[in-house]
């Protein structure tokens, strides 16, 4: 068995590959995303003393509250949970933040008796505890029990999520550091699944992909560093609709992600990458949408322009030649591919065609992953 898992600012997607069972008879649950269950718990949550530790995780919606309550109450969090809000530990320190060491902090839990599978314990009237992971182990461990799985069986773990990457440079831009740290790779040939990386490998700049592979090994145990991959979840759902689109032979296509935080516009020859835009969900306009896909293949907005905006920035294959107004006009008669939990933002849009890889929008993620790791067994 194989499980994939897609980490997202609003759902957690899994898909449980079996062998000799169909796409559409795996395993897949959509939950509700660890940063959504923190922020909804945070809301509610009156203890005068909040006790953060665990992983560093991604999340708008929960650092806001944190924020929130660190203005009246006192929060006290680990180095690594606290990266989770920046990287640089004084701008959480001057969010009235309070951070210890390990030791400092596990000294001060010794009294309680604490769920260690559980993202939140009420330690007592006045005390709460969040233990930060980006997926909910608990509740994937039930629901597999509660289906007669086992974990032991197992082989191999394969989770996407997405990380902007900690530059050296702390001056640097991290969503320019991400375009390059991202996809840099595809410079080679243009090949998403050459994204992928065991467990053992990722870079020293992607913090986020290290624990969320790190809490998988704590896991499954029973399982060598070898069986463990990582990819962002970014290319990982754009993966998931190449494959999907494969048995319609199109020589190049337009496929758009409409992700609960980030969206992607991809520009596809033969399967392979030549651009790549990456900009905020809420800043995406269905009215300009095509005006900007012109700008993007004729070489009139630019990755600098993306970033002065407030967008992530463009990714530009070193193979690829840009369009010109006869070429963009044959390729936007065709259908735009469109995925994403937000995908209605472009209903106005005249020619999108909705894409559902194993016959679910939500599963083009770990469809994704799950195609890129056989593809790399080859």
Known sequence: MILTIDIGKGTEDVMLFQEDTRFENSLQLVYPSMAQLLAQKMMSDN?????????????????????????????????????????????????????????????????????????????????SYYKLSDIYWKRLLINLELSNISIMNIENVIICCQDHGEPENIDRSVRDFRIEEIYGKLQNNGLLEDLLVKGNKISKYLPRHRAVIGSAEYIFQHLSTDNFFVMDSSPAVILGAIYALQSMNIERKIILNLGNGHTLVVYVEHDKVMMIYEVHTSGV?????????????????????????????VFINAHFEYLNELELDELLSHKLFVLGPNRKILDRVDNIEFVHPAGSMMMAGPVGLYYSFLTNKK
């Not at 009215?287 to 992530?312: A, C, M, P, W, Y």
């Open 47 to 127: 203890s005068n003393l909040i006790l953060i530790d665990g992983d560093t995780i991604a999340g708008e919606p929960w650092h806001k509250e944190i924020y929130r309550i660190a203005k009246t109450r006192k929060v006290i969090m680990t180095e690594q949970a606290a990266r989770s809000l920046k990287y640089n530990l004084n701008r959480v320190r001057s969010k009235n933040i309070k951070i210890i060491s390990d030791d400092d902090f596990h000294e001060m839990l010794n009294k309680y008796t604490i769920n260690n599978l559980d993202y939140y314990n009420k330690l007592s009237d006045d005390v």
């Open 285 to 313: 306009d269905a009215d300009k949408i095509i005006t900007q896909i012109r700008d993007l293949l004729s070489g009139r907005l630019t990755h600098e322009k993306v970033l002065n905006s407030g967008g992530h920035g």
